[in-house]
Nanobody, 125 residues
Framework: QRELVESGGGSVQAGGSLRLSCAAS????????LAWFRQVPGKEREGVAA????????IYADSVKGRFTISVDNAKRTVHLQMNNLKPEDSAMYYC??????????????????WGQGTQVTVSS
């Protein structure tokens, strides 16, 4: 099976909400951290949110704090990103990723060797 498969992207008006999901394989769900990143053409990939799977401790980029929530559903082996009060600047391809780094979660792409294919989020004004 695919290691990480994102879904839930789409087009929404500013102020709206979307919930992204990332189905993880047994291998990637056995990682230490799962995270969401986003990227737009011409810009570097940026970390959005990450969660330490052992204690479910989340971290967020300042730009999304208070609006986005990352969570994990152990039964479904899925990580979610609830995105509320979306802004046009949130438009990007969103990727989920897994890290086996044996330390606290980070928002650094280099710490994540396993990646999904991405799901597009477009927020119109």
């Amino acid at each position: 099976q695919r290691e990480l498969v994102e879904s839930g992207g789409g087009s929404v008006q500013a102020g709206g909400s979307l919930r992204l999901s990332c189905a993880a394989s047994q291998h990637t769900f056995s990682s230490n951290s799962l995270a969401w990143f986003r990227q737009v053409p011409g810009k570097e990939r940026e970390g959005v949110a990450a969660i330490w799977l052992h204690e479910k401790t989340p971290i967020y980029a300042d730009s999304v704090k208070g609006r986005f929530t990352i969570s994990v559903d152990n039964a479904k082996r899925t990580v979610h990103l609830q995105m509320n009060n979306l802004k046009p600047e949130d438009s990007a391809m969103y990727y989920c990723a897994a890290s086996w780094r044996p330390y606290e979660s980070t928002l650094s792409p280099g710490d994540y060797p396993a990646w999904g294919q991405g799901t597009q989020v477009t927020v119109s004004s």
